[in-house]
């Protein structure tokens, strides 16, 4: 079992910069896959980003690229998503998720993190 907590999340202006946390509990955190999602009023979940257990191949979804770090550090059972040039369509409830790397559904998920960006 793996619970996840995310923080870090706030109000911003367009252009600023936020720092989301997720930590982990479960000694199988390094093994686990680790995703952000993101859920904006009125739309599907979406896939952020998400980062191997080893923390050496990253994915991104188009929207973020060039925009979003995703990091993780395991001994601290912690992954990042650095978000930098928020814009205002990023304003969403973020959820941090993580999977056994044999698995494509993701299997925990945090309570989700608001982060709101003002124009």
């Known amino acids: 079992q793996v619970q996840l907590v995310e923080s870090g999340g706030g109000l911003v202006q367009a252009g600023g910069s936020l720092r989301l946390s997720c930590s982990a509990s479960?000694?199988?955190?390094?093994?686990?896959?680790m995703g952000w999602f993101r859920q904006a009023p009125g739309k599907e979940r979406e896939f952020i980003a998400s980062?191997?257990?080893?923390?050496?191949?990253?994915y991104y979804a188009d929207s973020v690229k060039g925009r979003f770090t995703i990091s993780r550090d395991n001994a601290k059972n912690t992954v990042y998503l650095q978000m930098n040039s928020l814009k205002p369509e990023d304003t969403a409830v973020y959820y941090c998720a993580s999977r056994p790397v044999t698995r494509s559904e993701y299997s925990y998920w945090g309570q989700g993190t608001q982060v709101t960006v003002s124009s």
């Open positions: 479960g000694r199988t955190f390094s093994t686990y896959v």
């Open positions: 980062i191997i257990k080893s923390g050496g191949s990253t």
